[in-house]
């Protein structure tokens, strides 16, 4: 049976569209990129879209009365209307940042600067004797924010559990929910587990009890669709460079009405109303949270990608990656003395498959997979705690995307067993 037939996806075509696909490295060997949960790679739909508006377009945005400005300024508000729309929001709840990290650090910057006055701002006012809620799975980025927001205003942080499995521990829900809770903030996929977490019912039960609810959907929204509607949270954070989109460029997703009540994260120009000598007034959402000039080639870049997935059609790229997830943890786990760190099924799990090798440490298992043309990612992956969940201290991780195929995953799966006969481990015997 093909990829296309397991996948519903012509990946051969989709292929073609990525020119670093075709290279060749260590000794012309082929590429086989199972790296793209660090960041995926780009086509040339995207590197186009960049190079029309730097060489035909190129202006500061909103500010100038020239045409080019004006073309700049369309381009960049087409773009978020465009990025808006691909998770179902409005274009004044987008707001464009660096990456997934700034866009959790806007969000935690705002809990402890917001002003006391009035109802909306009470929303965001944190202090002793409140508590934010994440998770023991969080990559750093939506981990250290919530430490350092509890430090500066007396909060207490909690976490949901893991369990050995690789999903969360939901059995203390509604003690870790409470009316205390000021804010959950949970991935929606793990970048080390794969695991898919239940976000919906998390935030229906955080907010029966007035909390906030962000996701970080750094690694969920390159790879299914994702409706910030039906997921139910306030927040919601992605980064363009893991989706086929420029690096430098990510989104923060927020409901209008929190935005509105939001202070600015960032001060300056761009992001003001009236300016005087002795005080400011703040521009409306987004602009009030874009300060300087903005990242509009980039934006552009990030629209062109949403297109491109659009096209190829979201719900095709989920059936494939879960094809290629279904077949990986086979192969792997074929593997004597591997051990698959996370879900040992498809099942509510995304694309990316963490591992270790009996006897190897994980860094030589990935020099192995380098030399054979194999690349993917060795470390804690951004998310110490839970390695030490797991009681080791890095692991080797394949992440898969739209591009990839099956028979990347037998030269995984044959790399592994490579390593294994290099090193002389007892599996390899």
Known sequence: MTTSELGRLDVEAVRADFPVLARTVRDERPLVYLDSGATSQKPRQVVEAERVFYERHNAAVHRGAHQLSEEATDAYESARATIAAFVGAQPGEVVF?????????????????????????????????????????????????????????????RWFPVTPEGRLDLSGIDELINDRTKLVAIAHQSNVLGTVNPVAAIAERAHAHGALVLADAAQSVPHMPVDVAELGVDFLAFSGHKMLGPTGIGVLWGRSELLAAMPPFISGGSMIGVVY??????????????????????????????????????????????????????????VPGVRIIGPADAVDRGGAIAFTVEDIHPHDVGQVLDDLGVEVRVGHHCAWPLHRCYETVATTRASFYLYNTFAEVDALAEGIRAAQRFFGTAAAR
């Open 97 to 157: 940042t660096k990456n997934t990290t700034e866009g959790i650090n806007l969000v935690a910057y705002a809990m402890s600067n917001a002003a006391t006055g009035g109802d909306a701002h009470a929303r965001f006012v944190v202090g002793p004797g409140d508590e934010i809620l994440v998770s023991e799975m969080e990559h750093h980025g939506n981990l250290v924010p919530w430490q350092q927001l509890c430090q500066r205003t007396g909060a207490t942080l």
């Open 277 to 334: 000598m002795d005080h400011t007034t703040w521009a409306d959402p987004p602009q009030r949270f874009e300060a300087g000039t903005p990242m509009a080639a980039q934006a552009v870049g990030l629209a062109a990608a949403c297109d491109y997935l659009s096209a190829v059609g979201m719900d095709k790229v989920q059936a494939h990656e879960h094809a290629l997830t279904e077949y990986a943890l086979k192969r792997v786990a074929e």
